[in-house]
Structures are given as C-alpha cells and as structure tokens.
C-alpha cells in the first residue's frame, strides 16, 4: 500500500535559517504530493502541492519539487521565521480522496 | 466562503457511552473524509463519503460508522467508547471524486477525550 515517511523531529532552527524536511514515498501509479502545516490547536491547512514528475509546488516561500526517480517530495524554506513554527505533514492520494499522511514533523523557529 | 465547520469543538465521554460528530462541508464539496489524530499513530484515514454513500473505508473497527445526508454534511458515529479513542477528529471536505487533483480543506477538528 501507501506510505509516507518524513523526517523525525523536533526540529529547532534560528530565524532565517534554513529549513529542509525530508519526505519519501511509496506508491503506485502516480500519486499527487501534498505538505499540510497544523498550528497549535487548529486543524490542516494545504500549504502546497504537485500533481506529476518535476512539478514545484510553492507557497509562503516554501517550496518542494516531485522528484519521481527519488520517491521524494522534500520542503524547503529559504528564511524561516517564528510565526512559521507549527507541524508539517507530508501526504499523498493515489487518485483517489484518500490522503496517507507522514508521521509530521514539528518545527520551532526562534529568535 | 465558509471553511469546514465542525461540532462540537470538545466532548468529554465515559467509556462505554457513544458519540457523534458533525461536520458541514463547504458549500459545492460533496466529498467528506474523516481522519483520526493521536500522538501515537499520527493521522489514520477513517472513511470517505460521496453523495450519500460510503467510497472508502480505513482499517477501523465497526464501532466508528458515518453518513452523509442530501445536503453534503457528514455525521460520524463511535459507539462504546474505548479510552483509546480519545483523539482528534478531523473532517476534510472536497469538490468530489473524479477531481483528482483537488484540494481537500480542513476543519478545526473535534477533540474527544474518554475518561
């Protein structure tokens, strides 16, 4: 079946570090890749996504590229700052509304 | 436009007892998804409903059951409540099946705890 894995955390970064989460997959066919972000007490919110090989996906600065060959979808962010602190989910559908969703990773960015 | 709006926001159950979850999806989706959140198993996909009828079905055992009505909205079912139950309940609704690339939306969760 499905599956997700992504990097362990926490991960604690200084403002305007660099951030890089790890997220591999499995599947078949051809999945569409997603990163969901939770804040404290608050449900998923879509922060972006691809849907084929070689798509970028980008919001809010954060970027990831669908990377076929590498089964990875991996995010990044250039500066970080506080207010981005919250987990971060890698997920994916396999044509389907069903989402797989990675074990999350929880980021705390500080002054 | 109105998110996805789930209640009730918190329930304190007794085990044994049952429960019920609603959620409202966003005006135009006919898909809702329900998915449970603990620290232990992260976030585990309990079922999906589209027009009225159940598409897809998680690893779950029968006490969590679901429906959806004419109008889109989803109730969910738990009976004879286990401590472990006690999680976030998330709710997604989208455009429908068919939609592959669709968004799904969020609401803000239910968070029951079992006592």
């Known amino acids: 079946g499905n599956s997700v894995t992504q990097m362990e955390g926490p991960v604690t970064l200084s403002e305007e570090a660099f951030l890089t989460i790890n997220c591999t997959y499995t599947?078949?066919?051809?999945?569409?890749l997603f990163w969901y972000v939770q804040y404290p007490g608050e449900g998923l919110q879509l922060l972006l996504k691809?849907?084929?090989?070689?798509d970028k996906g980008s919001n809010k600065g954060f970027e990831a590229t669908y990377r076929k060959e590498t089964t990875s979808f991996h995010l990044e962010k250039g500066s970080v700052q506080v207010s981005d602190s919250a987990v971060y989910f890698c997920?994916?559908?396999?044509?389907?509304?069903?989402?797989?969703f990675g074990t999350g990773t929880q980021l705390k960015v500080e002054l | 436009k109105a998110g996805v709006t789930q209640t009730p926001r918190y329930l304190i159950k007794t085990r044994g007892q049952q429960v019920t979850l609603s959620c409202s999806p966003i005006?135009?989706?006919?898909?809702v998804s329900w998915y449970q959140q603990t620290p232990g198993q992260g976030l585990q996909f309990l079922f999906e409903?589209?027009?009225?009828?159940?598409?897809n079905k998680g690893n779950f055992p029968g006490r969590f059951s679901g429906r959806q009505f004419s109008n889109s909205r989803s109730e969910m079912n738990v009976s004879t409540l286990e401590l472990g139950d006690s999680a976030l309940y998330l709710c997604?609704?989208?455009?429908?099946?068919?939609?592959?690339?669709?968004?799904?939306?969020f609401g803000q969760g239910t968070r029951l705890t079992v006592v």
């Open positions: 005006s135009g989706h006919r898909s």
């Open positions: 997920a994916l559908t396999g044509g389907g509304n069903k989402l797989t």
């Open positions: 691809a849907t084929k090989a070689d």
């Open positions: 997604a609704s989208s455009l429908g099946p068919g939609q592959r690339n669709t968004e799904a939306f």
């Open positions: 599947a078949t066919g051809y999945p569409s």
């Open positions: 409903y589209f027009s009225e009828t159940q598409r």
